[in-house]
């Protein structure tokens, strides 16, 4: 059962609320004798903090994280590693307006309907925070596929912010690391940046296409039929808070493509197979190939807005609803080091699963 | 582990290569007690047979289904139910051509370097044969749904075929079993037997976008965080041969909305909550809302083409390929009831487990 | 979930009832590349095959397997294996006169609890029947012990019946196959004999221990804490029909011993540690040591015995019952088989979890 | 997977070591709804914990558990509870002289074989105080089972101390709570108090057996065949460290009974079928009849004891060691609370499975 875990061979289970004390997770299956520490971690959490520039949300978290089990001198012993943030910055008074209405567009009312209560304070565990959990053990994630598959990079950028894309054409990945909005676009994030200084003012906000690149995947991962490796990423991706649309490699946009465009083309090349083109994403019948495998998946604009909308409160008189507090106008920003953790534990798990079944043992062309 | 297994209250085994003896699946976790014959699935196995027109391949297969356990005296036992589907038209010659070199596009080569050996016929586990075990679990998936959640309805149609989309302000429901081609736009439709005929004079192939909506699902289906009904959606259908993406509600385009633009507001009806749109589709927070659920998916075109195409052969050879045999123009029209047939799993799946944790009781609202 | 499944990487899905057209067993995560056809499987269903001798049910069946999935040409693929035994001697009205009433011992009245209805011909799924589909699965899980672990080898006896234990001291392992009731001691092979005879004369049963002892196995396997091979192997043991207890080692007589007596000293022996007694039954903290796994359960006698007993109907009437028909004066001796099984589908299972894991990487002693 | 999880709808995830920073768990899927804060899992975790009397190790813990999630205004609300219990006193020195050498029957050659490594302070993973959290898990799933099953109790209780078992002609329930080895005849437990206080003497340890019953258990819970109610028992128990033996009603004495001795035999009560007997431990065909629930499972002696034994080193050094420092002399008797806490488990699991699938409704008899 998956309800707040993800994975088998390299499990996580998450837990925590927006506004408890602190939330974490539970990483069970790692390998032993790997090197980690809060030092492999931390870097990456910094990335997804909230409150690092003026286009996210301004809660304050330093998002230490402690290794609390699984760790012996340095090294992992193969036992469940229990990771904890403590949460610093709860300001429940800001919520306090809305604990009787439902946000259009918020998982408010579902909650609501299911459980039949639900913890009103910052969308306890429906909120982007949840998402720290994430990053935390996708940090662990990276240190096995360091071990398994050094070659392996993972790149996650914003490609699309509102209606405005990202130019192929212009992609720089060093780019990415110079502006605020993981753009690979120096242009567009020009332009983006003014786009979110409108968006502020007007209280209002906007989606996002976030890409993740994973290259040097080994080919051989992924469980078909119902563990193959695009069936994975797309429940891992559509099950972060917001994510509405997942695409492999040309995504929707295959269905316009003819066989003949579509199929890439295979040669040899000097290290073995070549793929002259990369509609398929790095994954065919649910098996990567060897490569890149891509990603992308689009992100609705937060519902926490302060333009006011028609919604009901639980005793179901009609009324309008205007959600101050800290936001972010595209919530999207803070999705991209999400991806990346979700990719790192999507390939974590299958590195470990295939290695089960066949060994890692591959075959051979040539 | 979900490697040819499927949900986990409701959940399918299946198996079976393209040219074997017979392929089919067990469906486990059935509520006992429920009327059900072969009656109840052949009729939903007959609408995504193939040979049926001109439009899709002419292996002629009857898809007769056998209950072989989990049934005592016309009623489900709570046991294990094995369903099984003899190949009868395996033509195993058509596939000789190609059986030392790689089709682009296929999932030949990933089989290959996965498991180092691969059933060349017909595809084997990865051919869209394998979709009939899916539609006849769907079947079963059907008839408890029927007993749990009495209004609710599927409806899967092709919405577009390559480029060309048919036109939403002219969708008529019940024009989709007038055409065969699932098509609810009947201009569309015939536009698009024109590309059909078009594609098969030529050899060649195109993608396809199908949307299965379901209406009448009871608010409160889903698990957060890692068994969202839209993750677990997404992965469904994912899992699909040949499907590239995936989008819930307003998908993908979500990205281009605003907050304001894209929040389904909420008024009061005769009958509770009522959304006065639907770019959530019927799903927040990973929980649906008793809105329809709205699913759509893209088909990339059939990688078999007669139209000649660069690749290698295990040995390492250049080569070219040509796909003679029988073959989908388009695949995606066989995909409407497959997809269909998953999200009726994923649903029934869903209401058991949402049973098991909450006695399915809701929260009210007024 | 794990209602007709059983293990995680090497998973084994089984279906069907006694008195059903057929049944059998999805095998899944099976290693590619291995040599398997039914000439690997059918003589361990030999084994087990009930109307071989005088002392088991005279019920004649054939157990002829079928593998519909996942071979070519002599090799698994990795994908899912398919196997089907069809049931060809059903004789139905035996048991006609039970279907209005409860068997005393039987899961009859569980059944019906439960589901509300049952399949009342031979016992439906609680049938000793369905262990026929456990011993196929257990073939194939030899096929990949033999490549993975090539020194292992699983030997199952019958060590006592009824209150008649054999003697460990008299225990010659040649014996086993030159008795009809896998008894390693010649003397209590002729004295249950004589036991047996009279239980059939007055239509009673009797229980029985069988011991399964697993040597060769590699060190390191199980997933401490709830994956630990010992609870593995008892959950595997208990979800046997009839079985009402499991020992590991000492087993319960481990509760009598004291510290000093009990702990298994160590010592070096040329190929690494030895362990100068077996108390632990070759598995602490629940990972393997290497030593011989020795694991012991309990058959209950059968409760489908001649002597009338006191029982209800489902109309609540209280009646006698008086089961005739085709049945095992000591079902114990059919367990062997079975249990063998069990202990290669539980250690087949490790070996691939474990090499998930750890890669198969062991700790160095010296 | 299972590795560090236990159950399927009701699923718990423990994770700590001995002498880390905390030990805690994840407690998923609990219903939402429920009235649940420290003071109903405090008592439980003091019954357990260490330091209570001479008998047990005397190493100082208060176990004060702090939940940290899942919980809004005092009711549990359906997401994932987290519960941690920090350690406060690791006097990690005692266990210097023992890192570089092995003790016989402990899980530290296993530990070291499988991972490389090992956390050699107090035993790591493997050390009794795992059990905290599974107490504290317990005490969840007591909440859910008040909630589902009002009338279901569980009373563990000791009922063998070595060889010396108590006499069950002489239980009396009330007398559990009156000695500290949870004794039901107070006979028994003045003769172990003595057997203990020689023990500690003589630095030796011994073993035990423990008695769980479940009363007022509904009919019907349990899921055939691979999720039998006694498979998760014996699974259940058999993972607790130290146990060897599990038995479910008469047991392992099962095998020595005659069919017509063991069937239990039904006649019609004021409120529905009552069985004359319960050789069958409340449990049919793996599912619960409504009769009380019996569990027994064996615990051997710790195999911390100050007797020299010998041993190796992990270099291969033949040595002999001695463990000083705070043990249990039999640690059967912290076993009690940790037999019942699973007990609590896998029925507020199966209560969950069995309600998805089939609502809870219950065949009619009468």
Redesign the interface.
Known sequence: ??????G??F?V?????SH?????C?V??????LALGPEDIQPWLDRRKPGQNRFVTQRREDDLV?I???V?EG?T??????L?IENTDQRSKDYGAIADR??????????????????P?GG???SAR?TAARVAAGAVARVVLAALAPGLAIRGAMV????DAADPAAFDPAEIARNPLWCPDAAAAARWEGMLDG?RKSG??????IEVVATGVP??????????L??????????I?A??????????????????????????GPDG?EF?SN???G????????QPVVV?F????????L?P????T?????VEIQTKGRHDPCV?IRAVPVGEAMMALVLADHL????????G??????
Chains 1, 2, 3, 4 share one sequence.
């Not at 289970?13 to 609320?17: C, I, V």
């Not at 994954?283 to 060897?290: D, P, Y």
């Not at 043992?361 to 040539?366: D, F, L």
Request: with cysteine.
């Open positions: 059962m998956s309800d707040n875990s993800f088998h061979l499990r289970t998450t837990w925590g609320e408890g004390p602190a939330l974490g539970v069970d299956g790692c390998p032993p004798g402690r609390l089990s699984g012996h090294r012993t193969g036992t469940a590693l229990s904890m439902f946000r259009p567009g918020h998982a408010d009312i579902a909650y609501h309907l299911k459980y039949g209560l639900r913890d304070r306890g565990r429906s949840e699309q912010m509102g209606a968006l209002d906000s906007v989606g996002a296409v080919a051989g991962l992924g469980a078909p039929l119902y563990g193959k695009d069936a994975d990423l797309a429940a891992a991706m559509m099950s808070n994510v509405k649309g997942v695409e492999i490699g040309a995504g929707m946009a295959a269905a316009a493509l003819t066989g003949s465009a579509n199929a890439d083309e295979i040669r040899m197979p002259l509609h398929a994403g994954i065919l019948g649910g098996i990567s190939t060897g992308r689009a992100v609705k604009p937060t519902s926490s807005i333009t909308r028609r919604t009901i639980a005793a179901g008189e009609e999207g470990l699963r295939d290695r089960g079944q066949t060994g043992v591959r075959g051979t062309i040539g």
